[in-house]
């Protein structure tokens, strides 16, 4: 049974840098194919892609965010953690990790995390 | 703004038949599989189509995917009134080599 769970501070304050983990169960992301994402939802509003990282370490950024996200995982652990510097009442929403599955050209987020509120605010 | 673009809201009633669009360029769409996901009230979302037109163990045939050039199209027949969520395509940019998300689009069953 594959399970995802997100964890981190509920609120930040301006110019903080967010840590989140994701800790998953029933695959391993040693194993060729596997793939974790991270992907976020302001209240209200549509889901972003954020982040992915690789069974062979590759990883993968939003354009928009690269400059602000890390994202590295600890096989032993079963976690993935993304960081994200230089937080801004923009970046309130509840964030998710994802298992990725796929090969190119076809990619999609077969389990989900039940996700994460962050709250951006002095 | 999403990259992909589905209109923000469809209804229908119980028992019909309604279909969502999600539009693209080929760069997003014409090149790469598209995959659907539910996201009812308050949760997190749920894979309903991947590959175009596949489901996943578990999703009932009233969900249906298709894809053309540059556009993709879910379907739900025989609505129920648990069908009301908001509903997402999402893709694999190849060239960007990033993931993209339409708006979503809120399905009110009447």
């Known amino acids: 049974q594959v399970t995802l769970k997100e964890s981190g501070p509920a609120l930040v304050k301006p110019t903080q840098t967010l840590t989140l983990t994701c800790t998953f169960s029933?695959?391993?992301?040693?194993?060729?194919?596997?793939?974790v994402s991270w992907i976020r939802q302001p209240p209200g509003k549509a889901l972003e892609w954020l982040a992915r990282?690789?069974?062979?370490?590759?990883?993968f950024y939003s354009t928009s965010l690269k400059t602000r996200l890390t994202i590295s995982k600890d096989t032993s652990k079963n976690q993935v953690v993304l960081t994200m510097t230089n937080m801004d009442p923009v970046d309130t929403a509840t964030y998710y990790c994802?298992?990725?599955?796929?090969?190119?050209?076809?990619?999609?987020?077969?389990?989900w995390g039940q996700g994460t509120l962050v709250t951006v605010s002095s | 703004q999403s990259v992909l673009t589905q209109p923000p809201s469809v209804s229908a009633a119980p028992g019909q038949k309604v279909t969502i669009s999600c539009s693209g360029s080929?760069?997003?769409?014409?090149?790469?599989?598209v995959s659907w996901y539910q996201q009812l009230p308050g949760t997190a979302p749920k894979l309903l189509i991947y590959?175009?037109?596949k489901r996943p163990s578990g999703i009932p045939d009233r969900f249906s995917g298709s894809k053309s050039a540059t556009s993709a199209t879910l379907g739900i027949t025989g609505l129920q009134t648990g069908d009301e969520a908001d509903y997402y395509c999402?893709?694999?940019?190849?060239?960007?080599?990033?993931?993209?998300f339409g708006g979503g689009t809120k399905l009110t069953v009447l």
């Open positions: 080929s760069s997003y769409i014409g090149n790469n599989y």
């Open positions: 999402g893709t694999w940019d190849s060239s960007l080599r990033a993931g993209v």
């Open positions: 990282t690789d069974w062979d370490d590759d990883k």
């Open positions: 994802a298992r990725m599955l796929g090969s190119y050209p076809s990619y999609y987020f077969d389990y």
């Open positions: 029933g695959f391993s992301l040693s194993t060729r194919g596997m793939r």
């Open positions: 590959d175009n037109n």
